[in-house]
């Protein structure tokens, strides 16, 4: 059953509370830290990205088509939409020889409202280039490219890529293919239903290649995993605490974030995948939530905290910025 973790008070008493489960896993599937359910069934969300490019790195498609590192970590993004991001999207399809018309991941504002600001100001309308999924989708079409098949239609399960891409997922998350449900996903791909345990164990592989059991797959995994430490600006947008974490612990710090306060993280070289599900799915709940897991696990140095809870601090404030209540960890 999911616990309280975050207390939201008012002058000195509770107003609202958040609950939520927690995993943290290490590569031989042992539970180093748990809050509530460990085993909790849930959509993977975007968090699952970095496994759903594994059949694409696998198969050399870095190479066939060019792809750099800084675009790998954009092809496995839950990206801002800030110009950066749009310019990579664009550059990767080139490569693909395609443009941005065959992305099939709907029209959404970008997650970054200065972005959305400067669309607006500048009498643009928002594209699906501007989607945080639009790397991932650019990712699937290159990989039915690379299949030799028509990438049209896409984003149904039926679909050969999305086939295969299923097939990595399982084995990554170390779930049984005939146990690993699906659902539809905000950008209209396939999502994947699973137990929390499951992905913070892909998480901990992650983290730790070489002691991943990858097998084959272990340098494409070290790839991905390099990426994504690499550019977490790429991988995330500015301002946001997935930059933040990352930055502060010197890329040490993995995060990825999940749609409905689905959060995933690794400790590179350090046998660690966590995962975390807040109930109620606030996306408000997922900044003070991050540290505090990381502070409740001991993984970052009384500096690294410092820095963090200044940009994201766990205090409630009033229109006029006065702050007017606190943010408390319970678990």
Known sequence: MSEIVLNYTRAGHVENIHRGDVAAVNCAGEIIFSVGNAKLPMFWRSAAKPFQALPFVKNDGLEKFNITDEELALLVSSHSGEENHVALVRGILKKLGLDESVLDCGVVRPMSGKAFKNIIAAGEKVLPVHNPCSGKHSQIIALAMMLGIPFEGYTKPEHAAQKLIF??????????????????????????????????????RLSTPAKGDWGEYENSALKIRDAMSKYPQVLSGN???????????????????????????????????????????????????VIAVLKKMNLLTKEETAVLEEKFPPVLKNHRGEIIGTVEAVF
């Open 167 to 204: 097939k990595h997922v399982a084995m990554a998350a170390k779930v049984p293919e005939n146990e690993l449900e699906i659902g539809i996903d905000g950008c209209g791909v396939p999502v994947f239903y699973l137990p929390i345990y499951n992905m913070a164990l892909a998480y901990a």
């Open 239 to 289: 301002g946001r605490i997935d930059l933040a974490v990352s930055e502060v612990t010197g890329g040490r710090i993995i995060a990825k974030i999940g749609a409905d306060a689905v959060y995933c993280l690794c400790v590179k070289d350090e046998d660690l995948g966590i995962t975390f599900k807040i109930e109620d799915g606030s996306f408000a709940a997922v900044n003070p939530m």
